[in-house]
């Protein structure tokens, strides 16, 4: 629910339904949560929430998919493809080719983060040639 993503406080409140399924998805990748810093990981999620129609009714898979693409930027298609299967890694890898040729999209707007964030294996950032142009 958009407003309503928290990181929990002092063990009292808990993480909020959105960030627990974005750290679902990178465990779900091998990428352990606390790789991530928590403001990517809030971004990440504010951005899903951002380019969604109904920010409301997002499912959960709509986070993983996002922590899969931030994932697939940490370990790249090899890594993937041992933990996540030849296919789905290739489907990562289109994802963020697709990225890298057109703006203004989600998952474009996920490899910007990363990238910001330091979160880009250099593999992946030369395979694709990923930079951040300044203008």
Avoid: N, W
Wanted: proline letters at 4%.
């Amino acid at each position: 629910m958009v407003g309503r993503t928290s990181f929990g406080f002092l063990g009292r409140f808990g993480r909020s339904a959105d960030l627990r399924a974005f750290d679902e998805g990178l465990r779900r990748c091998d990428v352990h949560p606390a790789q991530v810093p928590e403001g990517a990981k809030l971004a990440a999620v504010r951005l899903v929430q951002q380019f969604s129609p109904d920010a409301t009714a997002l499912p959960d898979a709509a986070y993983r998919e996002a922590a899969s693409l931030l994932a697939f930027c940490i370990q790249g298609e090899a890594r993937l493809g041992e933990i996540l299967g030849p296919e789905e890694a290739a489907l990562l890898s289109h994802r963020l080719q697709a990225a890298t040729d057109s703006e203004g999209r989600l998952d474009a707007a996920l490899v910007l983060l990363a990238l910001h964030a330091g979160l880009v294996s250099p593999d992946v950032r030369a395979e694709f040639s990923l930079r951040i142009v300044q203008e």
